[in-house]
């Protein structure tokens, strides 16, 4: 459970912090559990073309292990994220820079971020991400 802050935004701010310490700080193997608890059942995640890269908050969570499990980040500079909330709707967008090896080979990309939020029951968790990488 979230502890009580000043606003929604900030509710919102403090979850998406903690999404992101959970799969950049680790331990790798924990993160499923971790990000489960931030994620809403019914969690969407969608790749660069809105391709579905994984449905449900237990496919979600283990695609940030997955991704850890084959790559290894060398530097991940997140943006303050903007946030708007309408209700029990928030979406958070950041722009965000990454350096990471795989299979041998290196490789720095940039882009944004775009989170949607639900509140469920007095507590917010994520339901819908996508990645957008800059072309």
Same mark, same amino acid.
């Given at each position: 459970?979230?502890?009580?802050?000043?606003?929604?935004?900030?509710?919102?701010?403090?979850?998406?912090?903690?999404?992101?310490?959970?799969?950049?700080?680790?331990?790798?193997?924990?993160?499923?559990?971790k990000?489960?608890?931030?994620?809403?059942?019914?969690?969407?995640?969608? #790749?660069? $073309?809105?391709?579905?890269?994984? !449905?449900?908050?237990?496919?979600?969570?283990?695609?940030? @292990?997955?991704? +850890?499990?084959?790559?290894?980040?060398?530097?991940?500079?997140l943006?303050?994220p903007?946030?708007?909330?309408?209700?029990?709707?928030?979406?958070?967008?950041?722009?965000?820079?990454?350096t990471?090896?795989?299979?041998?080979?290196?490789y720095?990309?940039? #882009?944004? $971020?775009?989170?949607?939020?639900? !509140?469920?029951?007095?507590?917010?968790?994520?339901?819908? @991400?996508?990645? +957008?990488?800059?072309?």
């Open positions: 459970m979230m502890p009580a802050a000043s606003s929604d935004h900030e509710q919102v701010r403090l979850l998406l912090q903690r999404i992101n310490d959970a799969w950049l700080r680790g331990p790798v193997e924990q993160i499923p559990q990000l489960g608890d931030y994620f809403h059942d019914q969690m969407v995640i969608r #790749g660069p $073309d809105f391709q579905e890269l994984g !449905r449900g908050k237990a496919a979600c969570a283990k695609s940030y @292990r997955d991704f +850890l499990n084959q790559a290894k980040v060398h530097r991940c500079q943006a303050e903007q946030i708007d909330v309408a209700g029990d709707t928030a979406v958070a967008a950041y722009a965000w820079e990454m990471y090896e795989l299979n041998g080979q290196t720095t990309e940039s #882009g944004h $971020d775009l989170f949607a939020f639900t !509140r469920d029951r007095g507590r917010w968790l994520a339901v819908w @991400r996508t990645l +957008l990488p800059s072309r």
